[in-house]
């Protein structure tokens, strides 16, 4: 049974840095490309990034610059450590797991509440 377990969210100040964990278990973890994702409240799920089992990343624009994501396959854990962080970062951030080919396979968290507030 796969699982997805993200931690490390929390209230921060505008400008602070969080750091995300996305312990992953029940899956061939380097077979499959991890990613966050984030939904604010009346708005849709959106990407933030993905890292595939090799490590090659992908960022929506607004993070480039200011959000990494990255993963430990030893340890089965994709990070998103998120700097300069702004109030528009509000969100539920959930880490995704997406296995492609001839077995497709789409795993999601729980999720992790961001507040970016003073």
């Known amino acids: 049974q796969v699982q997805l377990v993200e931690s490390g969210g929390g209230l921060v100040q505008p400008g602070g840095s969080l750091r995300l964990t996305c312990a992953a278990s029940g899956m061939i973890f380097n077979s499959y490309t991890m990613g966050w994702y984030r939904q604010a409240p009346g708005r849709q799920r959106e990407l933030v990034a993905t890292i595939t089992g090799s490590g090659v990343t992908n960022y929506a624009d607004s993070m480039k610059g200011r959000f990494t994501i990255y993963r430990d396959n030893a340890k089965n854990t994709v990070y998103l450590q998120m700097n300069i962080l702004k109030p528009e970062d509000t969100a539920v951030y959930y880490c995704?797991?997406?296995?492609?080919?001839?077995?497709?396979?789409?795993?999601w968290g729980q999720g992790t509440q961001v507040t970016v507030s003073s």
């Open positions: 995704n797991a997406r296995r492609f080919g001839m077995s497709p396979r789409d795993y």
